[in-house]
């Protein structure tokens, strides 16, 4: 893919980088963010006044809609330096793809594409010094889009901002991740906003998660709503099971949001020679695959973390652990991805993106 930036494109470079101040050893997931950020307004019927700026607060009235009704999506993704100081994305048109997909379900004007990679590629030419070298670091890249009209009536608005911000991360060790099988609350519904990364699904996330904690546990492997019998995926990954050597994986579905790691591990298995199944999956079979032996891993699958191992599972009273093996899946599908995202291997399906 060959970009050109776009004209329209108008940059203010930071007049002092912050950059010095930023101990890169010890970076919390998601709280450091670069020296620039994109903007762009919807106003008139159309995208306008596209910028990058110093990164810093933006006035918002309190009589936005975004505060009221919602109406805001996002998108993560993440770019990674190689040994040479090249800069690649991954697979970075899905995320172009899904934003615009979430935004035509939240009645949000779909954002053009040329300024989306122009913005993405000038911000990260200007900030590639907050790329570390080395597997595990990379830049954490938040595009979203919110409604900015004024007013508290409850319509779609007629003004939006899109903003690009960015954030170096380090390799994201979960630890142990303990999960409990939902049984009352869900995630997403048919006809719902399952599939979008619409920020009401994480909001609606919270109160729920925070009752599996106060149990001992990480987080929620959600169920359909209609029975709680099928499992469908976490709350910002897809989930694989493995069942003697075979992986299973749900079905996407207006509930349940199209992954690009998960779309990338099917291939990739596909490519191995591993056995993967795409097929809905019931809680009653991994428990029984359990008692059996014969439930080897279950993993979640997401751009933050890559692969997250789970190490146990609760559903009703009962816990079921897994055991850790020495040569899963998991670790072994995290080091093909990354060998391809940081560009120390063959790049088969043409996945990596160089930006620069
Ligand atoms: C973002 C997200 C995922 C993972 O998607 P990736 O494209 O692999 O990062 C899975 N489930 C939900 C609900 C998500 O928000």
């Not at 008692?291 to 699958?301: K, P, T, V």
């Given at each position: 893919?060959?970009?050109?930036?776009?004209?329209?494109?108008?940059v203010?470079?930071?007049?002092?980088?912050?950059i010095q101040?930023?101990?890169?050893?010890?970076?919390?997931?998601?709280?450091?963010?670069?020296?620039?950020?994109?903007?762009?307004?919807?106003?008139?019927?159309?995208?306008?006044?596209?910028?990058?700026?110093?990164?810093?607060?933006?006035?918002?009235?309190?009589?936005?809609?975004?505060?009221?009704?919602?109406?805001?999506?996002?998108?993560?993704?993440?770019?990674y330096?190689?040994?040479?100081?090249?800069?690649?994305?991954?697979?970075?048109?899905?995320?172009?793809?899904?934003?615009?997909?979430?935004?035509?379900?939240?009645?949000i004007?779909?954002?053009?594409?040329?300024?989306?990679?122009?913005?993405?590629?000038?911000?990260?030419?200007?900030?590639?010094?907050?790329?570390?070298?080395?597997l595990?670091?990379?830049?954490?890249?938040?595009?979203f889009?919110?409604?900015?009209?004024?007013?508290?009536?409850?319509?779609?608005?007629?003004?939006?901002?899109?903003?690009?911000?960015?954030?170096?991360?380090?390799?994201?060790?979960?630890?142990?991740?303990?999960?409990?099988?939902?049984?009352?609350?869900?995630?997403?519904?048919?006809?719902?906003?399952?599939?979008?990364?619409?920020?009401?699904?994480?909001?609606?996330?919270?109160y729920?998660?925070?009752?599996?904690?106060?149990?001992?546990?990480?987080?929620?492997?959600?169920?359909?709503?209609?029975?709680?019998?099928?499992?469908?995926?976490?709350?910002?990954?897809?989930?694989?099971f493995?069942?003697?050597?075979?992986?299973?994986?749900?079905?996407?579905?207006?509930?349940?949001?199209?992954?690009?790691?998960?779309?990338s591990?099917?291939?990739?298995a596909?490519?191995?020679?591993?056995?993967?199944?795409?097929?809905?999956?019931?809680?009653?079979?991994i428990?029984?695959?359990?008692?059996?032996?014969?439930?080897?891993?279950?993993?979640?699958?997401?751009?933050?973390?890559?692969?997250?191992?789970?190490?146990?599972?609760?559903?009703?009273?009962?816990?079921?652990?897994?055991?850790?093996?020495?040569?899963?899946?998991?670790?072994?599908?995290?080091?093909?991805?990354?060998?391809?995202?940081?560009?120390?291997?063959?790049?088969?399906?043409?996945w990596r993106?160089?930006?620069?």
């Amino acid at each position: 893919m060959s970009i050109t930036i776009p004209a329209n494109i108008s940059v203010e470079q930071t007049s002092k980088s912050r950059i010095q101040d930023v101990n890169f050893n010890s970076l919390q997931f998601g709280t450091v963010f670069t020296d620039h950020m994109f903007c762009c307004d919807f106003k008139d019927g159309k995208w306008q006044d596209a910028r990058i700026v110093p990164f810093g607060p933006m006035t918002i009235s309190p009589a936005a809609k975004v505060f009221h009704y919602g109406q805001a999506v996002f998108e993560g993704m993440k770019a990674y330096k190689d040994e040479n100081g090249g800069v690649f994305m991954f697979r970075p048109d899905e995320n172009f793809r899904r934003i615009n997909k979430s935004s035509k379900r939240l009645a949000i004007p779909e954002f053009p594409e040329d300024l989306f990679f122009g913005a993405l590629h000038r911000m990260l030419e200007m900030d590639k010094d907050w790329i570390k070298p080395g597997l595990g670091n990379s830049l954490y890249i938040r595009p979203f889009a919110i409604a900015t009209q004024v007013g508290v009536s409850a319509s779609a608005a007629n003004e939006y901002r899109f903003y690009i911000i960015l954030s170096p991360a380090q390799a994201y060790y979960t630890g142990e991740v303990k999960v409990v099988f939902s049984e009352h609350y869900s995630r997403a519904a048919d006809g719902g906003v399952g599939f979008a990364k619409a920020a009401g699904n994480y909001g609606a996330q919270f109160y729920p998660t925070n009752l599996a904690k106060e149990k001992g546990f990480n987080q929620v492997i959600w169920t359909d709503s209609h029975t709680h019998e099928y499992l469908e995926e976490a709350g910002t990954m897809n989930i694989f099971f493995r069942i003697d050597d075979t992986l299973l994986t749900a079905p996407t579905s207006d509930r349940i949001l199209d992954g690009v790691t998960r779309k990338s591990l099917l291939k990739l298995a596909d490519y191995l020679g591993i056995n993967a199944e795409v097929k809905r999956v019931r809680v009653d079979e991994i428990k029984q695959a359990h008692r059996e032996g014969r439930l080897m891993e279950i993993f979640g699958a997401g751009t933050a973390a890559v692969i997250s191992p789970i190490s146990a599972f609760s559903h009703g009273d009962e816990t079921f652990d897994l055991p850790v093996l020495e040569d899963s899946y998991a670790s072994m599908f995290k080091q093909k991805l990354m060998d391809i995202q940081y560009n120390r291997s063959e790049d088969p399906f043409n996945w990596r993106h160089q930006v620069c």
